[in-house]
């Protein structure tokens, strides 16, 4: 209040703007996006915001990510592919297929030419980053079409994307496959979701993605109950519960407990 009253506009901002610098310098990401957004400095913000979203999205805190992204304006967010593709993300793995069908096609538009441009210019393979974002397109678009229920179309996307991520890029294969994974369960083929849930979680131990690692175990539990293997299912799930609480996940714990008080329900274990 002190500041506000004794003090004209540029000057708190010029404050809030080098509040903002020392903090990201000195490994305080979240709050140098605090007083870059408070600065109004969008430009700043948005280059601390786009690297964040992927942490974010690692440990499942999608709303955090259309948090700060609201934050920005929307013609920055809209022109900018990086912060497209978390929008696209973000809102599709919230189930809001209608915007993330808009941002995802404005990420197409954004890297499109300039994936064009990479080849002439370099005469030879388009840039990683590039590549990953275009498999992103796909992954993103597979979400789409599983939550339509086009469990085919959702297959034969993720399994296009998945072709397109390098072998050194272990993190973005990971949760592609885990897409694949799921809409394989989904369209009802049990023996070949059971393996590659399986193997999609050990690709994300090593990787070190506790979030997959728990959405898949939970997929996991939920195919043996439907295949009537309890135990199998209760030890998923206590599996997914270790994992939750000692990882970024607490806000998930009541998922796999919910799973086990089911199981116990079929044991007929009541108390």
Not at 151 to 163: K, T
Not at 193 to 213: M, V
Not at 255 to 268: A, D, I
Request: some cysteine.
């Amino acid at each position: 209040k002190r500041l506000l009253a004794e003090y004209s506009e540029d000057v708190v901002k010029e404050l809030h703007q080098r509040a903002s610098h020392w903090f990201a310098n000195n490994g305080d990401a979240l709050s140098a996006t605090a007083h870059a957004l408070a600065a109004k400095d969008y430009e700043y913000a948005a280059c601390l915001i786009a690297p964040q979203s992927q942490r974010w999205m690692r440990r499942g805190e999608v709303s955090t990510i259309l948090k700060y992204l609201n934050q920005l304006p929307r013609d920055l967010v809209w022109n900018q592919w990086e912060l497209c593709l978390w929008s696209g993300w973000a809102f599709a793995v919230r189930g809001d297929l209608s915007p993330a069908v808009d941002w995802t096609n404005q990420l197409e538009a954004l890297i499109t030419p300039l994936m064009q441009d990479a080849t002439l210019k370099e005469n030879g393979p388009i840039p990683s980053e590039l590549q990953n974002a275009y498999a992103q397109v796909l992954a993103i678009r597979s979400i789409i079409a599983r939550q339509n229920k086009d469990f085919v179309s959702a297959i034969e996307l993720s399994e296009q994307a998945l072709r397109l991520v390098p072998d050194e890029h272990r993190d973005l294969q990971t949760i592609i496959s885990a897409l694949l994974s799921s809409a394989v369960l989904e369209a009802g083929d049990f023996d070949q979701a059971e393996s590659l849930l399986h193997s999609t979680r050990q690709k994300a131990y090593r990787t070190d993605n506790p979030f997959i690692a728990f959405t898949l175990l939970l997929n996991e539990s939920a195919l043996a109950v439907m295949r009537g293997q309890l135990q199998r299912a209760h030890d998923l799930n206590e599996e997914a519960l270790r994992l939750a609480q000692t990882g970024s996940m607490e806000r998930l714990v009541f998922l796999p407990q919910l799973r086990l008080g089911r199981v116990n329900y079929f044991w007929n274990q009541l108390i």
